[in-house]
């Protein structure tokens, strides 16, 4: 594993940050709704908000929810939008307000 890889203590931390819309929730399952566009947008800002993270490490925390693809886009918004950056090591930073 990378050294800017998360470990499993991390994922778990972050993926619990995500706030998805409740269907159901019993003792043993917990269904929600997948985000739409705008929903992954604001939720890849807040990730990024915690640290810089390259595409690779937001799939990560976000497997089972979002496509690499669908968060490619919601990166390429928040690029256009310049609320994020790339640096120079191919990471993504939360502008400052």
């Not at 886009?73 to 939008?81: C, G």
């Amino acid at each position: 594993m990378k050294a800017n890889s998360f470990d499993q203590n991390q994922v778990q931390e972050l993926s619990r940050r995500i706030r998805l819309r409740i269907l159901h929730e019993d003792d043993e399952v917990i269904l929600v709704t997948a985000p739409n566009d705008e929903e992954l947008t604001i939720i890849v800002k807040e990730l990024l908000s915690y640290r810089s993270m390259n595409l690779k490490e937001i799939h990560q925390i976000l497997s089972g929810i979002a496509s690499e693809d669908k968060i490619r886009k919601a990166l390429n918004t928040l690029l256009e939008r310049s609320e994020v950056y790339l640096d120079n090591d191919g990471k993504y930073v939360a502008s400052s307000v």
